[in-house]
């Protein structure tokens, strides 16, 4: 089961090499989980490749010196995450020497295109283009210097620097339009939730206010009975104000109740129970078992695991295809009940975001219980929900027994 208890707007790696790519291209390279080695194994990998090229190129091979300058242009991206600036200023010091003593001139061209790579995709479009300018310049009087029947080579060269800050550029603009939608779309999140409190809280109040209410002042009657007239206590006025207090108290409990049932009743009534789980199930041409025999599950658990197996079920067959298999399952495990749904479709469901989810997973915290969602490890999708139920009492007693 993966982590769905991710904040909100962090995306979860996923298998596909495509996804791994996107989301490699969307996160911040100064944040990533080991960025030394990973520089190393990148620096590593220009090196040689540069260093291909260079000997490749059998006309301009390099010397000793040039091999050692190429080796040192590659070095410099090792703090490229941590120092980008830095990093270009260096391997411009290895690259210019190295060109000016008519060196092959690809050979550097992976390590110079990392490092403009690097400053483009960190900083601001206005940095990027100033020192953008400033090494094609370089790069172009550098390479003119050694001959001017080397023009198409200054302008192939050019362009690959060119293309590699105009990338840079276009990954990090992508970065920030991803960022602000990612942060767009937590306030969203913690707006509904917000609002989800505040109703809940207005539910309570209004429900249970006046009961509270009753109380403190049938409690302040009893009192006043008690201490103003003690040598003439009328016993039959006390035992009523305490009887009606404990009248209060059962209709203030029993208010709560109707209230953790309808809290998440639409505009059409209250909610169903458990009973209403087959037509819901038929409806959505899923394949439903309950087995809750010998259990009391109050109103509010089945309340919430009907609105959970609802929202599943509407997710199911929104985004799991028209072929898709759909499993409820409703059962008692020790001190809960457990609810799971599973599909086996395909669609866009599979990533387990959206609001669906977090209404759910609100449904679950409201009797005290848990949720999650996510990509089944057969493929598809599962949402499972323990909702805890009270312990059987060993005696049926009830309150006007007890007392």
């Known amino acids: 089961m993966p982590d769905v208890n991710r904040p909100t707007g962090e995306p979860s790696p996923d298998a596909r090499p495509g996804k791994r790519l996107t989301h490699l291209l969307h996160r911040d390279p100064r944040t990533a989980a080991h960025p030394l080695r990973t520089d190393t194994a990148l620096a590593a990998g220009a090196g040689l490749l540069g260093a291909a090229i260079a000997y490749a190129d059998t006309t301009l091979r390099p010397d000793t010196t040039g091999w050692a300058l190429l080796t040192a242009s590659a070095l410099a991206l090792i703090g490229r995450r941590a120092h980008p600036m830095a990093t270009l200023a260096l391997a411009v010091l290895c690259i210019a020497p190295y060109q000016l003593l ?56 050019s362009g690959w620097l060119v293309a590699a800050l105009v990338l840079g550029v276009a990954v990090h603009n992508s970065r920030i339009h991803v960022a602000e939608q990612r942060a767009a779309a937590a306030r969203e999140s913690e707006r509904r939730l917000t609002e989800e409190r505040l109703r809940i809280a207005r539910d309570l109040h209004d429900l249970l206010a006046h009961s509270i209410t009753l109380i403190g002042v049938r409690t302040s009657v009893a009192a006043h009975v008690l201490t103003a007239t003690p040598d003439r206590l009328d016993r039959a006025g006390l035992a009523a104000a305490l009887d009606s207090i404990a009248d209060t108290c059962r209709e203030a409990r029993a208010e709560l109740r109707t209230t953790l049932t309808v809290l998440r009743a639409d505009e059409h009534g209250p909610l169903p129970d458990l009973t209403g789980l087959p037509d819901l199930a038929r409806s959505a041409g899923a394949d439903l078992a309950v087995d809750t025999t010998g259990t009391r599950v109050p109103p509010a658990v089945g309340a919430a695991a009907y609105r959970i197996v609802q929202e599943s079920l509407t997710n199911a067959v929104r985004h799991a295809g028209p072929d898709a298999t759909i499993r409820v399952r409703v059962e008692t495990g020790g001190p809960a009940l457990r609810v799971t749904v599973t599909d086996d479709g395909h669609g866009p469901a599979a990533t387990g975001t959206g609001f669906g989810i977090l209404g759910m997973r609100e449904r679950a915290r409201s009797v005290g219980g848990t949720l999650d969602a996510g990509p089944h490890p057969d493929g598809g999708f599962q949402v499972t929900a323990h909702l805890p139920l009270p312990p059987s009492p060993a005696h049926d007693t009830t309150p006007e027994t007890t007392a």
């Open 102 to 157: 008519n060196n092959a001139h690809m050979g550097t061209m992976p390590m110079a295109m990392t490092a403009l790579y690097t400053v483009a995709v960190t900083g601001t479009v206005r940095r990027t283009a100033t020192v953008g300018a400033c090494v094609v310049a370089i790069a172009i009087a550098g390479m003119s210097f050694n001959g001017v029947h080397r023009v198409f080579d200054v302008f192939r060269t």
